[in-house]
């Protein structure tokens, strides 16, 4: 039978998921060879959970590589824009889905999908209309632009018991800005894994960023 409204168990589940770290690592992955070692590092690092985003023709293969050789990592997929996308990235093995923003048919396939979904939402009539649904968890894109944690915070008063993980624009230094607001889990950040390291396969240096993302966010009693 269809469900019409998210329920509490996949809040739950989007809960102990951002729970594993304070900075979900943002992926956009050109060649399948570097997936592994990409994963292994942020992993080593201290940042387990990594969304893989569906920007380059290979995004479903590094999704399914991650997947299958690093079983600490949970791998989901962004920039998922429609059901059908949805779906395939299951079929790779994404653990949870992620969208830059929010349509009907989006939602209503995320609350009768046993994978865990985090809706984007811009605005307070798409966080509404996400919550009109069920869902308490957002993906709050893009981040800086939209006003960044002073939007977050005025976003506390009507829908304070909204959990929100920011992402784009979001830097080391402004992460700990927007981790200590009561109403942010985690934060989606892209520095973490520079064309430039990608390039010369520094995976030492893709770990030492991730190390720096969690030490910054420790230090600030996160």
């Given at each position: 039978m269809t469900k019409q409204t998210l329920s509490a168990e996949m809040?739950?589940?989007v809960d102990q998921l951002c729970s594993l770290g304070p900075v979900i690592p943002v992926l956009t992955i050109?060649?399948?060879?570097?997936?592994?070692?990409?994963?292994e590092a942020l992993v080593e690092g201290g940042l387990p959970v990594l969304e893989v985003t569906l920007r380059t023709g290979n995004a479903l293969k590094v999704i399914e590589a991650i997947a299958h050789s690093v079983p600490q990592a949970k791998v989901g997929a962004g920039t998922v824009i429609d059901p059908e996308s949805f779906q395939r990235c299951i079929d790779s093995g994404s653990s949870f889905i992620v969208s830059p923003g929010i349509t009907g048919e989006l939602l209503d396939y995320g609350v009768n999908s046993d994978t865990i979904y985090l809706p984007g939402i811009q605005t307070v009539s798409e966080l509404m209309e996400g919550i009109k649904r069920g869902y308490k968890r957002f993906k709050f894109f893009p981040a800086e632009i939209s006003g960044g944690t002073a939007t977050l915070k005025a976003f506390?008063?009507?829908?304070?018991d909204i959990r929100f993980c920011p992402t784009g624009g979001i830097r080391v230094h402004t992460a700990a800005d927007y981790l200590a607001l009561a109403n942010v889990m985690c934060v989606g950040g892209t520095w973490l894994t520079p064309d430039e390291l990608i390039a010369n396969k520094d995976w030492a240096g893709i770990m030492r960023l991730a190390k720096?993302?969690?030490s910054s966010a420790t230090q600030s009693g996160l």
């Open positions: 809040t739950a589940k050109e060649n399948v060879a570097d997936a592994v070692p990409i994963a506390g008063g009507p829908f304070a720096e993302a969690v």
